[in-house]
Nanobody, 126 residues
């Protein structure tokens, strides 16, 4: 069982930046996906960015070029650098992970992810 703890949320003005972090307790398999998801009030949870254990990254079209997902393998920590933030980026952000075997596309529905953090709020004002 992986435990995830997010940090780094907050309130910024439009155009500002925030860096979210997700600390994982441990991974018991060498192949896993780490994803950042978000959910705004009244909206469906959506994928923002994912990274596979071997390093492949994928981004939602709405954040591509503005957000960067990265991993610090030595510390089992993942980050989401968010630049040029917009009011529509306002949401609760969650990190999540799953294990996989073989070829696997990490950018997949949130329901496929097994382990979740508690979430961190990001608010962008205009």
């Amino acid at each position: 069982q992986v435990q995830l703890v997010e940090s780094g949320g907050g309130s910024v003005q439009s155009g500002g930046s925030l860096r979210l972090s997700c600390a994982a307790s441990e991974f018991t398999m060498s192949t896993y996906c780490m994803g950042w998801f978000r959910q705004a009030p009244g909206k469906e949870r959506e994928g923002v960015a994912t990274i596979a254990s071997e390093g492949t990254t994928t981004y939602a079209a709405s954040v591509k070029g503005r957000f960067t997902i990265s991993q610090d393998n030595a510390k089992n920590t993942f980050h989401l650098q968010m630049n040029s933030l917009k009011p529509e980026d306002t949401a609760m952000y969650y990190c999540a992970t799953l294990y996989y075997i073989g070829d696997y596309d990490c950018f997949r529905p949130w329901a496929d992810y097994n382990y979740w953090g508690q979430g961190t709020q990001v608010t962008v004002s205009s």
